[in-house]
């Protein structure tokens, strides 16, 4: 039996930590196949359902949900899909009615910060499982060079740096 609560969270988190499209496709697969609400063929015919219809990738989530849990399930995954841009415009105003405000740089070079905290961390991590040796850091060295010059696009640095990493390793 599906309960109505952790289906609605289990939308919601995979519609707040993608991007878009099909970005949040891997974290439904997983939760609602993890829990039997969802069969490999719902999937298939959602997504296939999401290509033909007119509008956004993003919608073929409200067929999944009608898919795996009828009309309700639609409704939750449209509420879903709904709140976090809703949530931006919001913060949006928000910060459009304080930014003159004297403490507001303050806080949001806090928030930098912290940001560049996490992703420090969250680098030292992947670097430090993954088994790096001095290759692996020249790549990333080079690579933290042409992001720094600003003069190469970025997605030229990941396809270079997946080719170099690709011809040493393979």
Same mark, same amino acid.
Request: net charge positive.
């Given at each position: ?8 969270i ?63 399930? =639609? ?5 879903s ?7 931006? /415009? *919001?913060? %949006?105003?928000v910060? !459009? ?20 905290g ?24 080079? =690579? ?13 640095? /990941? *396809?270079? %740096?997946?080719i170099? !990493? ?5």
């Open positions: 039996m599906i309960d109505p609560f952790t289906y609605f289990l939308f919601l988190k995979a519609t707040v930590f993608s991007s878009g499209g099909f970005s949040n496709l891997p974290s439904l697969h997983q939760d609602l196949t993890a829990n039997h609400w969802a069969k490999e063929t719902d999937f298939g015919e959602s997504l296939s359902i999401g290509q033909i219809s007119p509008g956004p990738n993003g919608l073929w989530v409200i067929c999944l949900g009608y898919l795996t849990y009828g009309f309700l399930g =639609a409704l939750l995954a449209l509420i899909l709904t709140i976090p841009p809703f949530f931006v /415009l *919001v913060v %949006a105003n910060y !459009g009615r304080i930014e003159k405000q004297a403490w507001v740089p303050g806080l949001m070079r806090g928030i930098s910060l912290a940001v560049i996490t992703f420090l961390t969250v680098f030292w991590t992947i670097s430090s499982r993954s088994g790096s040796d001095w290759r692996s850091w020249l790549i990333c060295a080079i =690579a933290f060079g042409l992001v720094f010059s600003r003069r190469v696009n970025i997605l030229l640095i /990941l *396809v270079m %740096a997946a170099a !990493g690709y011809l040493i390793y393979r």
